[in-house]
């Protein structure tokens, strides 16, 4: 199944049910800070794995996590007692209503995405999935190709910039109006022969401006 979470204007999915907290809920009422359920929605099941160890990997809670407040470190440079200062090198402050979060990729553990987050979301992970919780976030995400790229993942009110060329080179999430994007865009063709990149474009929305902005900056498109 597949969990929806808002909390204080960022956003998580879950695999299991679709919720809204701490923030408002889809309907536009406001709730302070108790989790409401709005809605579920079943999805088919994961393809059976053949090795037991896959099997029980597919099978835990998988918490997506959108927050601005991110930053993506190389497994070799993470420390977990570093986490808090990893963020503050970023520009990011830690609120006493928040707590870290980390998260990897299994398939791919070169690197750690590092996240502060509403404390009242780990709590109701916590409470309600305990130890079979795994997070993770677009700042994880890998193309399949070694070709020179630009993973774009754009959420509505987050865009995440990942850069191959082929090796990664640029990992960011900034918080993006439509302005903003026009400004990203321009700023990242600027720096980047962008003809030289295929562009994954992960759009999560059905806001059809900053579509065509995005074919507007990149002409070879691959939506993903």
Known sequence: MSIQLALDGHSFSIQGATIAAAGRKADGG??????????????????????????????????EVLTAKSVL????????????????????????????????????????????VPRTLQEYAGEHYGDEVRYTTPLLHVPTVLEPTIYLCDTGSLIYIKVYEPHLTLAEVVAATDADVEFLLHRLTMQLDAARFVVHLELRHRNKQRAKSYKQYFKKIVCV
């Open 30 to 63: 406001q709730t302070t800070g108790r989790l409401v359920t709005e809605k579920e929605r079943v999805q088919k099941p994961i393809s059976e794995a053949t090795h037991p160890e896959q099997q029980a990997l597919q099978e835990r809670m998988q918490i």
């Open 73 to 116: 470190v190389p497994q070799v440079l993470f420390a977990p007692e570093d986490a808090a200062s990893l963020l503050t090198m970023q520009g990011v402050a830690l609120t006493d209503e928040e707590v870290i979060l980390t998260a990897s990729d299994p398939q791919h553990n070169d690197a750690v995405a590092v996240m502060a």
